[in-house]
């Protein structure tokens, strides 16, 4: 019986969106992912040079910008708008 509890709690929480985050605290891929592709993950993360921080940040402001999208889209804006961040020409007013 334990064993079936555990596994409903599991899932339970990483269903949630509680339980998301705390599965990418602690490194754990989540089952309950959306359907992104690793390589999908791996290639915003190199956009990201490797910062799993920024990668958290630029997928919620997609999230918070388009509530409706899935994840798979959510993660294609994000790399777009990296992309379009890594593209643009330098600020000539910058030190």
Do not use: K, N
Not at 81 to 93: F, G, K, L, R, V
């Amino acid at each position: 019986m334990l064993p079936i509890a555990v596994l409903a709690v599991l899932a339970l929480c990483l269903t949630t969106a509680t339980g998301r985050r705390w599965a990418a605290w602690i490194g754990v891929s989540s089952p309950f992912s959306g359907g992104v592709p690793s390589d999908t993950r791996d290639y915003l993360l190199s956009l990201c040079g490797g910062d799993r921080r920024e990668m958290s940040r630029r997928l919620a402001i997609e999230r918070q910008r388009f509530p409706a999208l899935d994840e798979a889209a959510i993660y294609r804006r994000a790399m777009r708008a990296a992309m379009i961040e890594h593209a643009a020409p330098p600020d000539p007013d910058e030190p």
